[in-house]
């Protein structure tokens, strides 16, 4: 398979968390895995990453699963070295719109980047799949994508 044939992805900020809570246990674990072992590409915006920063900085973070701020910025450092950055649309240019407008940043990048797919559990983007103002876009859960790829 060539570079070019292989999917380009938005992941959702709680599938690369639980990932990171959860090591090696669980669907999200294997997506990043499968990411890791360079089956898919993984776009990324700046506002995607201070999402995910911002969210492993939490208190609650260090306190429940020991993510102290030094292993959150290592992260993030590696996301930044390790995705493709693109350019997202400007929320104001998009053609659909999620019921929550924070996750608006995942479309934004989604189809800015011209992504294959956007992953995510998240019912607010999920309920968008199939819309055609995604055009090729397709919403998925881990399972999905998993699965079809």
């Known amino acids: 398979m060539t570079d070019k044939n292989k999917p ?15 090591k090696s ?3 999200s674990s294997q997506l990043i895995t ?3 072992e360079d089956r898919f590409h993984v776009a990324m915006s700046d506002e995607l990453i201070e999402e995910v920063r911002g969210v492993l900085k939490r ?5 429940n699963y020991g993510i102290t701020p030094e292993i959150a910025e290592v992260f993030v450092t590696e996301l930044r ?20 407008k924070k996750d608006d940043i995942f479309l ?3 189809l800015g980047g011209d992504c294959d797919y956007l992953i995510s559990h998240d019912e607010d983007l999920l309920s968008l799949a199939g819309s055609p103002e995604l055009e090729k876009l397709k919403i998925v859960t ?3 994508f998993l699965f079809v790829r």
Request: proline share 4%; with cysteine; aromatic share 6%.
């Open 8 to 22: 380009v992805v938005v992941i959702d900020t709680n599938l690369f968390i639980n990932a990171l809570i959860r």
């Open 25 to 27: 246990r669980g669907k």
């Open 34 to 36: 499968d990411w890791q």
């Open 59 to 63: 208190e609650k973070m260090a306190k």
């Open 81 to 100: 070295l390790s995705t493709r950055f693109v350019t997202p649309l400007k929320l104001t240019d998009l053609p659909i719109h999620s019921r929550d």
């Open 108 to 110: 934004a990048c989604a």
């Open 142 to 144: 881990v399972a999905q």
